[in-house]
């Protein structure tokens, strides 16, 4: 008899632009976030659960806990199967008052706030195919809409379960708060980071009176429940833990520029053809938000890139395999050869590849973020283009674009699963030498 309550209200920020697509698009944009009944941006409980399952089987592969993940989170397995015990709410936005909005017309959609979320930016994306490189034959050129960095939402979880669950309740709680614990799509390529701000967590013992009076008396409104919030990192929350808890190799660097730099929009204004990506983030004071001033994107897509770019440089290099010794027969492609082949099987587990002719894709363990810096200054370049054959000046075809420049120092975050370097010290070493 599930004669126990284990009740958490949490409140989520988002560390990271999210993606939570809603399957849908529009005139504007291929990929739509999930909104709620206002309008507002949401996080479905069914994709916190599907996230959290998924994270807690990851997490451990002892027999003994994926049958109690089963056991709590449901099963179907041909004709024998059971419900969840566990349920999680949608996760609501919190407004500009500090608090959800559950009701239909609670949102005023000319306030100035609101209206920001009813436009969302918009990132542009390239499929990149399981060569590495651009898909232009599937045509892989999309966007997709993000909420946000700083945009908090507040939602419940609740488990039916007995005094032998505690233990699998505070590993469920405790995973929410891991590094590794990411919503919503492209979680490998910047997207999806949270940190719990706030919590409030509760037991009920239903065989007792004064806990079945508790119980019954909670109220279904998210609006309704009060959580003590605090300012720590996601995964320093708890007590003792820290990136190594998570089995995760944490790099922190702290970059400054030599020179100026730019990560197209794709799009060019009034002063430049070509112009940098900027957005605001939302800041929080006393549990009000507020929008900041735009701040310069550096997109984890990118420095992703380069990154896996010279940790294949220097990967070959420690093993000693350069490219005036790859001679591949006049029927094989370069691709093909068993040296490249070993070197791209090392990155795939590192960075994750594409699905494609070769096999299934997947995800990589490396895990890049999203960077918005607030101290920059722009510039702009003017340039002509070349014409390649003579290599002068193309009559007509000045064009400018505008840079960001003196931006300071900022911080920049890598987590790596320990388990994507498998033991394999050149592999790591030729990671730790790139980021040198």
């Known amino acids: 008899m599930h004669d126990k309550r284990?009740?958490?209200?949490?409140?989520?920020?988002?560390?990271?632009?999210?993606?939570?697509?809603?399957?849908?698009?529009?005139?504007?944009?291929?990929?739509?976030v999930t909104r709620d009944f206002n309008g507002l941006p949401m996080i479905p409980g069914t994709s916190i659960c599907g996230v959290l399952r998924h994270s807690l089987l990851e997490a451990s592969d002892d027999d003994d806990w994926c049958n109690t993940i089963n056991d709590i989170f449901g099963y179907q397995e041909g004709d024998d199967g059971t419900g969840s015990r566990l349920i999680v709410t949608d996760a609501?936005?919190?407004?500009?008052?500090?608090?959800?909005?559950?009701?239909?017309?609670?949102?005023d959609p000319e306030d100035a706030f609101y209206r920001r979320f009813f436009t969302l930016p918009v990132r542009q994306h390239c499929r990149i195919n399981y060569r590495g490189a651009a898909d232009t034959e599937g045509h892989g050129k999309f966007d997709e809409e993000v909420v946000y960095k700083g945009t908090r939402f507040l939602f419940e979880i609740e488990l039916a379960g007995t005094d032998a669950d505690k233990d699998a309740w505070v590993r469920i709680i405790s995973m929410i708060r891991s590094p590794l614990f990411r919503i919503g799509g492209g979680t490998r390529k910047g997207f999806g980071a949270i940190r719990v701000a706030g919590a409030d967590e509760q037991f009920f013992d239903l065989k007792s009176k004064e806990g079945l009076e508790g119980y019954l008396a909670l109220t279904s409104s998210l609006a309704a429940r009060s959580v003590t919030c605090t300012n720590d990192s996601h995964y320093r929350q708890n007590d003792g833990d820290s990136a190594s808890t998570w089995n995760v190799k944490?790099?922190?660097?702290?970059l400054e520029p030599e020179d100026f730099f730019i990560f197209g929009s794709g799009y060019g204004d009034d002063a430049a053809d070509i112009r940098p990506v900027i957005e605001p983030v939302i800041k929080w004071e006393n549990g009000m938000p507020e929008f900041s001033e735009d701040m310069a994107l550096i997109p984890a897509s990118s420095v992703k890139g380069a990154i896996s770019h010279?940790?294949?440089?220097?990967?070959?290099?420690?093993?000693?395999?350069?490219?005036?010794?790859?001679?591949?027969?006049?029927?094989?492609?370069?691709?093909?050869?068993?040296?490249?082949?070993?070197?791209?099987?090392?990155?795939?587990?590192?960075?994750?590849?594409?699905?494609?002719?070769?096999?299934?894709?997947?995800?990589?363990?490396a895990i890049f973020s999203d960077i918005l810096v607030s101290a920059w200054q722009e510039k702009i370049m003017n340039h002509v283009a070349i014409d390649r054959f003579t290599g002068g000046a193309i009559q007509g075809a000045l064009f400018s674009e505008r840079v960001f420049?003196?931006?300071?120092?900022?911080?920049?975050?890598?987590?790596?699963?320990?388990?994507?370097?498998?033991?394999?010290?050149?592999?790591?070493?030729?990671f730790e030498h790139t980021l040198l």
């Open 310 to 365: 010279r940790v294949t440089f220097h990967y070959n290099r420690l093993k000693g395999v350069y490219a005036d010794k790859i001679y591949p027969s006049p029927n094989e492609k370069i691709e093909d050869h068993e040296d490249v082949k070993a070197t791209a099987a090392k990155m795939a587990v590192l960075f994750g590849s594409a699905s494609g002719d070769n096999g299934t894709g997947e995800r990589g363990g």
């Open 92 to 107: 609501l936005m919190i407004g500009k008052d500090g608090r959800v909005h559950e009701s239909v017309g609670e949102v």
């Open 6 to 32: 284990y009740l958490a209200t949490l409140l989520i920020e988002a560390e990271t632009p999210l993606a939570v697509g809603s399957g849908e698009s529009d005139i504007t944009t291929d990929h739509k």
């Open 405 to 430: 420049a003196e931006t300071g120092q900022f911080a920049m975050s890598i987590l790596v699963e320990k388990s994507a370097f498998n033991n394999n010290h050149m592999l790591q070493e030729a």
């Open 250 to 254: 944490e790099y922190a660097l702290d």
